[in-house]
């Protein structure tokens, strides 16, 4: 399938497969779009958020925040160094 048959849908609609007649790594592309996110699955991972941050200061003071967001800070800075 050549480049300009695939329209303008972006590479994250392309799955990898082995061509079974060729034997060679080919694109396909994938006939299914990821559904949206709804408002339910965004209150589930708000909900689980919102529960670790909660246990963290129960069970560790804070430690574990504090912890990863000093890791955050240094990626952040590791990254500016490519800019």
């Known amino acids: 399938m050549a480049i300009a048959e695939w329209g303008l849908l972006s590479f994250r609609h392309l799955v990898y497969r082995r061509d079974q007649s060729a034997g060679c790594l080919a694109a396909s592309l994938q006939n299914r779009i ?9 209150l589930t991972i708000f909900a689980l958020i919102v529960v ?3 246990a963290d200061q129960a069970l560790n003071g804070g430690a574990a925040g504090v912890f990863l967001m000093r890791k955050f800070i240094d990626m952040v800075e590791y990254l500016s160094f490519w800019r």
């Open 34 to 42: 990821p559904p949206p996110m709804t408002n339910r699955l965004a």
């Open 52 to 54: 670790a941050v909660l």
